[in-house]
Structure formats: C-alpha cells, structure tokens
C-alpha cells in the first residue's frame, strides 16, 4: 500500500517559537518523509521538545506553518493532533497505574457512557493491534504490575488505537536496559513496515545511528543539519550537535589503586513502605580507582547512594570511610570523614535552585569555618571560593550573583561537581554525574573524574548510561533488584553487563 | 511562565498595583454605602498623619504588627506557615506580666524592660515550641496545630486573668496595674524632633525595639549559618537534608525564633501601653502579621512598610468612623481583608501581565 511519491508525513516551514525573551525555536524548517524513521537529535535545551510540544498542540508556534500530509492544519490542542493521525509517547509515561492496560487505551475514548461497550469494542481492537505489529502485552494486566518495557507498550498501543499515523516518540529509551531498547527498535522497524512514520527524539547518538532513516540535528533552536543515517557517522552528527569537535571517549591509563576508602558490607536498605530496596550489597573501593555502578534506574542504585552519604539510615550492615565507620546516618559527620557527594538529581538535591551560585558553593560545607568563623558568614571568602571554583571548572557566565536556575543543566552540574571536588575529599560518591548535560561539558567532567582518580582518590560512580560506565570505570558492577549481580572489569562488553542489568545470574550468562 | 523582572517590580510595582487594586475594590464599597471615598481617604490619611498624636497612635499600632509580621516572616523562610502569632503573643504578654508583676516594687524599670523582653520571648517561643516539634517529629500540620494553640492560649489566659491574677473585690478579669517601674517610657521626646506632641498616644520604647527587631532578623536570614540552614530548609529540604542540616532541628528553632518574636508584641501593649495583664491583649495582631508578611514578601523592610500602612488602617481608620458614622469600624476590616486578598492570596494575579509588557519591551529594545 506505498503510495509515490508521497507527500511528507510533516512539514514544518519557518515555525517560530519564543518564550519571553528565550527564543526556543528559530525558523525551523523540517521535512519528514511518510513511513520513515526520523530521529531528532540536540543537545538538552536544543528545542526539541518545544518542536515536538507544537506538533502535538501543547504549544501554539508564534509564527510558520505546519503542514500534515501536504495540508496546511493548525493544531490548536492535542485533541487536534490526534484526529490529525499524530500520536505521542512520552518521557514520563501517562498512565494510570492502577488501571489495567486495556482501561489505560480506552481512557478518553470510551465510546459513550456505558464501558461495557467500548470495553468489548477496545479489546478487539487491541488484539487486532497486538497482532498487526507483534505488540505482546496482557490485556488485562494491571500496568503497574507490569515491567517498564511492557508499559511503553501501552503508551504505543494507546496512541496507535487512537489511529496514529505518525508517533512522536520523546527520550524512549531513557528507562530500559539495552535489552528492553532492542525490543523497542524491533517495534519501531515494525511500525514502520506497515507504513507508519516515527519521530524519534533522543539524546543518544548510538540509537540514532542504529534506529532511523535520516536524521535532524538541533542546536540552540535551530534546526542546524539534516542528513540521511546512512551517509553520516557518528563523529558528524557530535559536531553537529556541539558545533565544535568533541571527543567521545576521555582517554585514560591504567588505574594503580590503594588501600580501600570507601567499603560497603552487607548494607541494607528498607523504605518507607517497608520495601526492602538494597539488600545486603558488599563491596569496597579503593584509592585511584572508579567503581562504577550499572544497571537500569531504579534497582537500588539511588538508595545506595543515599545510603553511603549518610541520607538514609542502614536497617542493618556497616559503612567504613577512611578506616573509620560510621556510626549514624548524618551527612554532615561524613563530609568531616572526607566522603564527597554529587546527588544523582542535583535539582532535587545538589543544589537550591532559588539561590545564587555563590550560595550553593557553600551547601552542605556552610558550617566550615572557612565560610562561617562564627555566627556569620563570610561573605567575601564565600564569594572568592565561588569565582575560584567557576574559574577552574569554566562555569558560565561566571557570575556567582546569578540564581543557579537561570544555569543551564551543564553548569549547573559543574558548579555541583566543583563544589564536591574542590574540598579535596578522599572518597568521591557521584551519582549521573552527566544526566541532562550537553556533550561539551561531558567531556570536561568526564575528564575531571579521571584527573581526581589519577590524583589518588576513591570515586564511586553510579549511571544509568552504560557508555558512561564503560568510559570511565577500572571495575563495573552490576546492580538488579536490589542487589549486586556481578562484578566485571572495566573493559567489560555491552552484552555482558546487559545480562547482568536484566537479571541474569553471573553463572548462567557464562 | 519563569520570566525574570527585574527587583524594583517584583518588589514595589507589584506590591503597588496590588494595594491599589484592594483599595480601588475598598472605594467601590465605599460608594455603595453611600458616601465619598476621596472624603473617606482624606479622612484616613488625616488621622493617621494629621497631626501628632495621630502619627504616634499610628506608629504604636505598626509597632505590633512588625513584631507579628516578623514572626509570620521568619517562618515563611523556613516554608513553616505559623498562624499562631496570635496565642504566642498572647502567652508571651504573661510572661512579660509576670516579670513586671514580680518585679515592680523594688527594681528599677531599665533592669525590668530586659527581663520582661527574654520573658515575652520565652513565653511566645514555649507556646510555638510544641507545634513545632509536634510537625517535626509527628509530623502533625503546622497550620492546623497552631490555630490550635491560639484557642489554647485564649482559654488558658482567660483562666488565669479569672481565677488567679485577678485583683481581690473586682469585677474585671485583668492583673493589678504595674507600679511605675513595671512601665515601659513613652517616647514623647523622639516625636518631639519631628516637631510634633505625642498627645495621649501611648507610642513607646517598644517601637525602638522593633525597629531593632527588623534588623536583627535581616541579619538573620541573610547573614547568619543559621539562616542560611532556614532558608536551604524552606527552598529545598531534600537538599537540605542532603547539605547535613537536621530537619527536625530546623523547624524547632526557626518556629522558637518566630514565637519569640510574635512574645516580644505583647511588651507594647501590655508594658508600654495599659500596664497590666488583660483579655485579648494581641487584638488581632497575630493574624494581621500574616497580611503583614504576606505583603512585605516575607524581608523585614518590607514587613515595616507593611506594618505602617496596617497601622494607618487602624488608626485612620478610627478616624474615619468617627467622622462618616456611615462606615463603621468593620468597614476598616473589610478594606484589612481587600489588602489580604489581593496582596497576598492574589499575589501572583497580576505579574504574568506584568511580565508580558516587560517581554514585549525587552524585545523591543532589543529589535531596535
């Protein structure tokens, strides 16, 4: 059923949109070809997802035209752009979680104010859908219950009952193991065999290379590059993106490690909701090394984490740092241990966004007597420890009076980072060290914890991004539920420590 | 929408546009009732600013209200909402009471004033102590148990001023009146600088100490450890938590802090004004220090500025039911409630507006 030569699925010709004085979107011209796999790639706060929010009608574009299938629409809201055939799947999936999956695809398409109706209506239709592009999911399960992959199934299957014709699909992959992210190429490949177009929005240069048909390169709200997947290369699209060389891979020797700093025996976690989260994890690091820890998000590496710096409390086990081990759970105390913390999530933790960059330099080191002799702060050391920081870790704009919101997510990240280091701590505990930071300055924080390694310090590392650990760690380990499934050397391969992410036991993968 | 605005609109222009909005509603009201509201403003503002004694009343009224405002203000940084301004004040007047009852007859009033300052303090901070640690550690509301403590703290006084400190063969339900070391100076010579006669007024030296108190908590909030642990908790706990600083710690001594300062109000009644313990000593005060700090945005200078227009409400207020008989005194709460309303419930109605036009400005300018 190919139709040559088609119109493009989506025209965009000189689409405009500002917000206040932030231009995020500057005449932006894109074509994507109908029953194609077009991948959007920038860095973060490129204007994709404002690009993507005026296709699916979250936003209204100032100025420019959107034409769908070679007609001139306007899309007011997203009721407009699902009846205009455009379906989107989110970051953060919109699901209820206690509905079951077959509610879930017929919430807001009911069919009237009986269910039962609809409800038999919907089920066909789903096992039709289920069928047409190899979409195996339970009906009937309830979608909290169900794995990660599988609920952004549903979220597929939703736009696709909503007869999509095009699917946004917005940082899919974010959330999934290696494994899961295959799964879901194969889906796409499929969608795209029974003539559906994909958009396909990440941050990754591997999946691009590996997912799509052509692909458009965004960089500071301008649409910079688009190119066909297969006449570009990786190297490219980076500089593209970046707009200057960058290096992929921070070179590094080999590690010559010490004594051990930080050790971890049998440290045990329990939740709020009495939810065992780390279970009895043992390992140690030792001085002029990184450890890295991988594994899909939410298998226990963030409680680790707050575990180590004295965030939450132990149910049972022991922490050492530096010889000395700890005795209760206090932030604090640890930081005078010489233990260095960069959360995972410094919007939530790293940092208080309402202040001013020299405030945060001084977060959670406030009580030092370098900053505070007494009562009072002093503010001229304060100020000259923030300049100094942001100096050597070339934040910018350098000005320690700017709210650190008005940072973008790399600066903000260095002011993070140069905090943590520049008290010289013997142990470095980093969690995401790169989330949500432009290639650019990856690249320099990257280089920075290996200079800090090679400096004799003990740095554990945590990332859901696979690549990050495999650049920067000498030992890799494998967390699951909870657990440490298995130890492998820094050179270890994807696959291996993919089967590790999934679940599978270090024995049965040999 | 996280538009930027620069500091002189988001500090004054907004407050402004609000407060003439609340009063712009207030004149509506007024005309309803029949008579001018020009009239009504100039009655207003002639008996807070007319003439000597006016000014004074006007200043002893803000003298309050910066006390209760400050004490809302401080634990606003800590995001704590404490609505109990109300019952510390009024616990804090017995301690000041009881200083001055114990006291009077043979210490000097310089010795006493101190005194009876540390026992406002201590009393109001003991009355917020227990929400305080009730939220902290139990995690009981704050808003829910200090109203609590206020009806607490009515009925307690209203035992106390009945059954124990009433004077022997009368019939009212207050304390002996203080000897005359147990009252705190006027400050006729300060309004005398000004030229002007302080008259009947009953302004005094606790209006220094406010003023004090304004200061004291800036440098507080904004140059202290212990502030920036208050405002770190107030803007973000995680990260709080995170930078070592007890949670628990936090609330108890920042609701202390705000209690004490909501204890100090009663000073100005109580020692500067009638000179002995009586009922509803904080006459509202403690709920009008919210308005206070809701429109001084929670920064001391702008809780005194706060606090000086509510006490022009007040005292012209007085004025002006005095002289249009048409509005009476509830007619000055609805126009305190207007304010409330617009300055700080609505706070936020105006400045997306605001922040369009300065877009659209900036963009001009920068086009051009």
């Known amino acids: 059923m190919t139709t040559s030569p088609p119109a493009p699925a989506i025209e965009l010709v000189g689409v405009n949109k500002s917000f206040g004085p932030v231009h995020a979107n500057r005449d932006i011209a894109l074509k994507v070809e109908a029953g194609a796999i077009h991948g959007i790639i920038g860095e973060n706060g490129a204007g994709k997802s404002t690009l993507m929010s005026i296709l699916y009608g979250f936003y209204q574009a100032d100025s420019g035209d959107i034409f769908v299938g070679g007609s ?50 919907a089920r066909r239709e789903l096992v039709a859908l289920e069928k047409e592009y190899a979409l195996r999911v339970d009906p009937d399960a309830v979608v909290g219950d169900l794995p990660v992959g599988q609920q952004q199934r549903v979220e597929i299957l939703k736009a696709l009952y909503r007869g999509a014709e095009i699917l946004i699909l917005d940082e899919p992959t974010g959330v999934l193991t290696p494994d899961e992210a295959d799964q879901l190429f194969r889906i796409l490949g499929q969608l795209k065999a029974q003539g559906k177009t994909v958009i396909l929005i990440t941050h990754k240069l591997r999946e691009i290379m590996a997912a799509t048909d052509a692909v458009s390169v ?115 105390e640890l930081r005078r241990m010489g233990l260095a913390h960069v ?105 920075r914890l290996i200079e800090l390694r090679d400096a004799g310090k003990a740095i554990l590392l945590v990332s859901v991004e696979l690549d990050e650990i ?41 | 929408m996280n538009a930027q605005l620069p500091r002189w609109v988001d500090l004054g222009l907004i407050p402004l546009l609000n407060l003439i909005v609340a009063f712009l509603v207030a004149g509506g009201v007024v005309m309803l009732i029949g008579e001018n509201p020009v009239e009504a403003v100039e009655h207003i503002l002639y008996g807070a600013f007319g003439f000597g004694e006016g000014i004074a009343f006007t200043l002893f009224y803000a003298t309050n209200f910066i006390f209760t405002g400050l004490c809302v203000a401080v634990a606003f940084h800590a995001s704590l909402f404490n609505i109990g301004g109300e019952g510390q004040a009024y616990i804090g007047g017995l301690g000041v009471a009881l200083v001055c009852l114990a006291f009077d007859t043979f210490l000097p009033w310089w010795i006493i004033a101190p005194l009876a300052i540390c026992a406002g303090a201590a009393f109001g901070a003991g009355w917020a102590f227990v929400p305080a640690y009730l939220q902290a550690k139990r995690g009981s509301h704050i808003v829910i ?63 220094f100490l406010a003023i004090l108190a304004c200061v004291g908590v ?13 405002r770190t908790f107030g803007a973000n706990p995680a990260a709080a938590v995170y930078a070592g600083i007890n949670p628990v710690r936090i609330t108890v001594i920042t609701m202390m802090i705000s209690g004490g300062l909501a204890g100090m109000m009663a000073l100005n009644p109580v020692m500067g004004d009638q000179n002995r313990l009586f009922l509803e000593l904080a006459g509202g005060a403690g709920f009008v220090g919210i308005a206070v700090a809701l429109m001084g945005r929670a920064h001391p200078v702008g809780v005194a500025l706060a606090a000086l227009l509510f006490g022009v409400l007040y005292q012209g207020g007085a ?9 009476t005194r509830d007619m000055i709460v609805v126009i305190q409630g207007l304010v409330v309303l617009f300055a700080g419930a609505l706070e936020f109605m105006f400045r997306p507006v605001v922040a369009r036009v300065f877009a659209r400005t900036a963009t001009a300018k920068g086009a051009a």
């Open chain 1, 218 to 332: 965004m960089r500071q709200g301008e649409m910079v590059a688009t190119r066909r997947t297969a006449e570009t290369s990786v190297e490219e699209l980076a500089e593209l993106m970046v707009g200057r060389r960058v290096l992929l891979r921070v070179e590094k020797g080999p590690a010559t490690p010490g004594e051990t700093r930080l050790k971890v025996q049998d440290a045990q976690v329990i939740d709020g909701m009495g939810v065992e989260r780390l279970r009895r994890v043992s390992f140690q690091v030792r001085a002029g090394e990184i450890v890295g820890i991988a594994g899909v998000a939410g298998n226990g590496q963030s409680e680790l984490l707050e575990a180590i710096a004295g965030i939450r409390p132990l149910a049972s086990g022991a922490i050492e740092v530096c010889g000395h081990e700890r005795t209760v759970a206090d932030p604090a």
């Open chain 2, 319 to 327: 004025e002006l039911s005095f002289e249009m008989p048409a509005i």
């Open chain 1, 343 to 447: 959360p995972e999530d410094r919007h939530r933790m790293g940092l208080v966004t309402a202040f001013s960059a020299k405030e945060n330099v001084i977060l959670g080191y406030h009580g030092n007597p370098d900053y505070s002799p007494g009562l009072f702060l002093d503010r001229g050391a304060i100020r000259k420890a923030c300049e100094q920081h942001m100096a050597d870790f070339d934040v910018r704009p350098p000005n320690p009076d700017l709210k650190t919101a008005n940072f973008s997510g790399g600066n903000q990240q260095k002011i993070v980072l140069a905090r943590e280091i520049e008290q010289d701590p013997q142990v470095l505990i980093v969690g995401q060290p790169t989330r949500g930071v432009d290639v650019g300055a990856i690249e320099a924080i990257h280089r």
């Open chain 1, 470 to 510: 495999r650049a920067l760690s000498d030992r890799i380990l494998v967390m699951f539920d909870g657990r440490v499934m298995g130890e492998l050397s820094g050179d270890a391969g994807e696959r291996e420590i993919g089967l590790l992410m999934s679940g599978v036991e270090q024995e049965d993968a040999a």
């Open chain 2, 145 to 207: 148990t200090t109203i609590m403590f206020n009806f607490l703290a009515a009925s307690l006084m209203v035992y106390l001023l009945v059954n124990v400190l009433k004077v022997d063969g009368t019939m009212a339900p207050e304390s002996r009146t203080f000897e005359e070391a147990g009252r705190l100076p006027k400050i006729g010579w300060f309004m005398e600088l000004f030229g002007q006669n302080i008259g009947g007024a009953p302004l005094n030296l606790s209006f």
């Open chain 2, 218 to 230: 800036w440098l507080l909030i904004w140059r202290t450890k212990l502030g920036y642990e208050i």
């Open chain 1, 72 to 121: 001139k629409v306007s899309i007011p809201d997203s009721q407009a752009a699902i009846s205009l055939g455009i379906g989107m799947v989110h970051q953060h999936f919109m699901l209820v979680e206690n509905f079951t999956v077959l509610e879930n695809v017929m919430l807001g398409a009911e069919g009237g104010a009986l269910l039962n109706r609809g409800r038999a209506a």
